[in-house]
């Protein structure tokens, strides 16, 4: 996706090369491209290009891969902010 | 009761089976404008189960859906000349992106869809074929662990099948890579503009009762002349924030939205002083620039919402310095616009 960079050093992609099987689903699901198979383990390139959508983590087999994921979503984050603060659903999220 | 995309029944080991149109009617295409500008967005659904397009035999690819209509028509309409089987699970009228994200689109739901349609006694073969971007929602493995069935991540855009089925089920990097295009963000727009319908209405009650406050009390003149202006005001953040902002995105400068929102009101902020300021005090002027200033922020944050790069990390990471400032920026627009006409007085 060329053209667009989102905000450095604050996604919560972790990789853990160990328990990497070499399946490629990872590669597969990826809409950034971010993984590839290098001699049959996982490498990532540019971490920072993740927007955290969870699908490599969702279909890695052995774990090898831990996201923090959610919908990047300002209405979405501040409806989950209000409704914490105010332990109510008040506002519910966009889409 | 018969949908109008469906052309007629064909018969399978489980029943007749709706054949759905590849080609794209009058009605399609209102329905597409009406859920675009946002009127039928919400209930513009199909009923989940199985379709067929062409004349699919036991050997044919099922292709996976959501039954948002959106969604179900740009898949159906890029299938002409192929016979294939539809499987259309209820993501509850969203589309594939979104119902994954938020987990209607979902292993289980893959599941439930496979064995309500009987797939089983319909195909020969045990595969599915989803778009890439289900496995957000979707776990392969579990799918098969399920229901027997092997899931295939297909490519992100609809418009790409015809190429994966032809190639062997292959999709290449470019089919894997989500874009977002100048086309891709324009369509976007409408419906932005739509869900901001009841603010705009909101200042167009409330900004005349705020612009007439002054030191006589309430004065119907200053009123009318502060409401429009205050509404202009909303209209051109609304301009830079929700319609510039999204079609400039990638030649704005910096990272995060709410500062591309700043940056993209300046060009509009001058247009609005050069029409305004000489009926404006200086004070006035500067509450104008900070509301519109505000506006096209808070909405160029908002549409991170809409963008396929936007980490939450990152969106919260900048919504927690950009909303202080919108507010601080808010509050002080407004007080000024309401302090304005008491210190002129008080001066002059």
């Known amino acids: 996706m060329r053209g667009y960079r989102y905000i450095d050093g604050v996604v919560t992609l972790r990789v853990d090369r160990q328990r990497c099987v070499g399946c490629g689903a990872c590669v597969q699901v990826c809409p950034h491209r971010l993984f590839s198979l290098d001699e049959g383990v996982l490498a990532l390139r540019d971490a920072d290009l993740c927007m955290e959508c969870g699908a490599c983590a969702r279909n890695c087999p052995v774990e090898a891969i831990t996201v ?8 979405a984050i501040l409806a989950a902010w209000i409704n914490r603060l105010t332990g109510r659903k008040v506002l519910s999220d966009c889409c | 009761m018969l949908c109008p995309f469906v052309e007629e029944f064909i018969p399978t080991p489980v029943g007749p089976i709706p054949r759905v149109a590849t080609t794209v009617s009058h009605r399609d295409r209102w329905g597409t404008i009406g859920a675009r500008i946002g009127l039928i967005r919400r209930n513009y659904k199909v009923a989940p189960g199985l379709y067929a397009v062409g004349t699919p ?4 690819p099922v292709l996976v859906t959501a039954n948002y209509k959106l969604t179900f028509d ?8 192929i016979d294939a089987w539809l499987l259309v699970v209820d993501t509850r009228g969203i589309n594939v992106w979104c119902a994954a994200g938020k987990g209607s689109f979902s292993s289980e739901e893959v599941i439930r869809g496979v064995e309500q349609a009987r797939l089983a006694e319909v195909v020969s073969h045990r595969r599915l074929i989803l778009p890439q971007l289900a496995a957000t929602g979707v776990t392969a493995r579990a799918v098969r662990r399920g229901c027997g069935f092997d899931v295939l991540f297909g490519p992100v855009r609809a418009e790409d099948l015809p190429a994966f089925l032809r190639h062997d089920h292959q999709a290449d990097e470019t089919m894997r890579t989500v874009t977002f295009t100048m086309a891709e963000r324009a369509v976007l727009i409408p419906v932005e503009l739509f869900l901001l319908a009841k603010p705009l209405l909101a200042v167009l009650c409330l900004g005349p009762l705020l612009s007439g406050i002054g030191p006589g009390l309430f004065s119907p003149a200053a009123a009318l002349e502060r409401g429009l202006i205050l509404l202009a005001a909303t209209v051109a953040g609304i301009g830079a924030g929700a319609v ?3 079609l400039a995105l990638p030649r704005l400068p910096g990272r995060q939205f709410w500062i591309k929102g700043i940056l993209a009101v300046l060009p509009v902020a001058l247009c609005l002083w ?5 009926r404006l005090t200086p004070i006035e002027q500067a509450a104008m620039l900070l509301w519109t200033a505000t506006v096209s922020s808070y909405l160029a944050m908002q549409f991170t919402g809409s963008t396929p790069f936007t980490s939450p990390s990152g969106v919260e990471y900048e919504m927690r310095r950009g909303l202080p400032v919108q507010l601080a920026a808010a509050c002080l627009g407004l007080g000024l616009w309401l302090a304005a006409p008491f210190l002129a007085n008080g001066g002059g």
């Open chain 1, 68 to 75: 923090s994921p959610g919908v990047g979503c300002a209405v």
């Open chain 2, 57 to 60: 035999g036991a050997g044919s």
């Open chain 2, 74 to 81: 740009s898949l159906r309409h890029r299938l002409g000349n």
């Open chain 2, 244 to 246: 510039l902002t999204p």
């Open chain 2, 274 to 278: 050069l029409l305004f300021a000489h």
